[in-house]
């Protein structure tokens, strides 16, 4: 990590808002990596985080993995990595390759 930049890791043991524990919020991913509610949404819409569910009040619903997955994320942003280059990134990782 660079020098002076925040480490987005250590709100993760917070206790997010809602009933199911291992279940966050839109807000909880925001506030538990240190972003914003749009930084969120940002990457729901390109495609690298996908909502497990939806609340009754239709709030969108993300598994904790899903939360590493942001912080990973985040994290390769910072340090240059286009969306595309994380997109491959996230392919290779989950085909299960190592280089």
Excluded at 75 to 90: A, K, M, P
């Amino acid at each position: 990590m660079k020098s002076g930049t925040t480490d987005r890791r250590r709100g993760e043991s917070s206790t997010p808002s809602g009933e199911d524990p291992e279940l966050l919020t839109t807000g909880d991913m925001a506030r538990l990596s240190q972003s914003t509610l749009r930084t969120v949404r940002f990457y729901e819409e390109a495609g690298l985080l996908s909502p497990v569910g939806r609340r009754d009040g239709g709030h969108r619903l993300f598994a904790r993995h899903d939360l590493v997955k942001l912080q990973f994320v985040l994290d390769l942003r910072e340090e240059g990595l286009s969306l595309q280059d994380i997109r491959g990134l996230i392919a290779l990782k989950r085909s299960g390759v190592t280089p």
